[in-house]
């Protein structure tokens, strides 16, 4: 099997954090968000990782190939058009079943199930309350997708589409891509699920799967509460984290050496660690760290806070270990 990974996207709606680190790559419960997917593989016969990749391609493709032992190929999406074009680069080099996994979800789900069915292929699902936010997914009696209903007004279905798919039939699924590339545009995007809907309608049988939990990470306060639920879990309890305690790396850019630097959060003290960096330094009076739910740039376990004052303006940073 092979696994196609999109992730051409700018991550707008996590700027400004995404100027400088692609979304796949924003920490979690101290890790990136596409550790926490990857995770998910282990147990799967997967010979192939293509990552169709975009914004800051470089980051994404110099992080994979350290980081996963499995042969990967790396494909730019030049042309943000959709989630079928984005799939669609990668057919000439998809000679298997594929699994499409979009990072920017955290997913708790036995993704063995690809071995116990001989349907053409599934879609997994997550049943939510606020049903109208999300495209949906309406299956028959015995589980089989039927169609997908993005954002319906009416309770059709509470199956939440979480974009994660496996495809045995993959002839077909280029077949569907094919329909919806020459098709006018949805919503000025080509949409993968319309693919979907095209091999439902030419006979394909798709098993709807849910998944046990499922975790967004698209937006700042969605990725927050990510953060927590994944601590709460249990998630990234140990004591080191991936980088020197005694180098940090700033949004500004810059490379703070701290002394007497401390894992785990802190925040401005007397006992905190002090900034060596120019203009830079922790206050301990009149100066309150923000809560994480004030300040959308918590972004994961290993952070310090601290007071930059400079000529132009006086701010908060977020120090990332």
Wanted: proline residues 6%; positive net charge.
């Amino acid at each position: 099997m092979q696994v196609i990974i999109p992730l051409a996207g700018k991550g707008t709606r996590l700027r400004p954090h995404t100027h400088l680190v692609p979304k796949p790559l924003l920490k979690v419960a101290g890790r990136p968000v596409m550790d926490w997917v990857m995770d998910r593989l282990e147990g799967l016969d997967v010979s192939e990782l293509i990552f169709i990749t975009g914004h800051l391609k470089e980051q994404v493709e110099a992080y994979a190939r350290a980081r996963y032992q499995i042969p990967s190929r790396f494909i730019e999406q030049k042309v943000q058009d959709g989630t079928a074009g984005a799939v669609n680069l990668a057919r000439a080099y998809v000679h298997e079943p594929v699994l499409i996994i979009f990072v920017d979800t955290v997913f708790e789900a036995d993704l063995t199930l690809i071995n116990r069915t001989d349907a053409d292929g599934i879609i997994w699902a997550k049943e939510v309350e606020d049903y109208q936010r999300f495209g949906v997914v309406v299956t028959d009696d015995k589980g089989y997708m039927t169609r997908i209903v993005e954002k319906p007004t009416t309770p059709i279905s509470r199956l939440a589409n979480i974009g994660l798919y496996y495809i045995r039939a993959v002839d077909s699924l280029w077949q569907g891509i094919d329909h919806v590339l020459a098709s006018p545009k949805n919503k000025g995007e080509y949409f993968l699920t319309d693919a979907f809907q095209w091999m439902i309608e030419h006979g394909k049988r798709i098993l709807t799967a849910e998944v046990g939990g499922w975790y967004d990470c698209g937006a700042p306060g969605t990725l927050l509460e990510t953060n927590e639920t994944l601590l709460r879990k249990g998630a990234a309890r140990r004591v080191t984290f991936p980088a020197s305690p005694s180098t940090i790396r700033c949004t500004s850019r810059t490379a703070l050496p701290w002394s007497g630097a401390r894992s785990g959060p802190t925040s401005p003290s007397s006992a905190a660690p002090r900034c060596a960096a120019a203009g830079c330094a922790t206050r301990s009076s009149a100066r309150t760290r923000p809560s994480p739910t004030a300040c959308s740039t918590a972004l994961c376990s290993g952070i310090t806070w601290c007071w930059r004052a400079t000529a132009e303006r006086r701010h908060w940073a977020i120090i990332q270990r």
